[in-house]
């Protein structure tokens, strides 16, 4: 069974810090790209990250300079450090896996496999 799993969610201050994980499970993970998306409510889904299969790594503007994408090839998992995180950041955060995939274009219908989101709530 195809599983990612997200977890790190959570209520910081503005200016505060979180890290994501995505852990995936039931597929070949070297293979795929995962990327983060989130979505805040109201608002169409969108693109904030994403790694390919040789850790090559694509960030949104809003995300550059603030949150960082990696993977842990022998975990199985993706990370996503955010920091300086903003009001404006809150929003449901899913990972989502691909395996053909254009990295600079955050297209939800290129990934095949998506988890079940972790909300990050960003106060003032």
């Known amino acids: 069974e195809v599983q990612l799993v997200e977890s790190g969610g959570g209520l910081v201050q503005a200016g505060g810090s979180l890290r994501l994980s995505c852990v995936a499970s039931?597929?070949?993970?070297?293979?795929?790209?995962i990327g983060w998306f989130r979505q805040a409510p109201g608002k169409e889904r969108e693109g904030v990250s994403c790694?390919?299969?040789?850790?090559?790594?694509y960030d949104a503007d809003f995300a550059k300079g603030r949150f960082t994408i990696s993977r842990d090839k022998a975990k199985n998992t993706v990370y996503l450090q955010m920091n300086s995180l903003k009001p404006e950041d809150t929003a449901v955060y899913y990972c989502?896996?691909?395996?053909?995939?254009?990295?600079?274009?955050?297209?939800?219908?290129?990934?095949?496999?998506w988890g079940q989101g972790t909300p990050v709530t960003v106060s003032s």
């Open positions: 989502a896996a691909g395996t053909i995939v254009v990295l600079t274009t955050f297209l939800p219908y290129e990934y095949e496999y």
């Open positions: 039931g597929f070949t993970f070297d293979d795929y790209v």
């Open positions: 790694i390919s299969s040789d850790d090559s790594t």
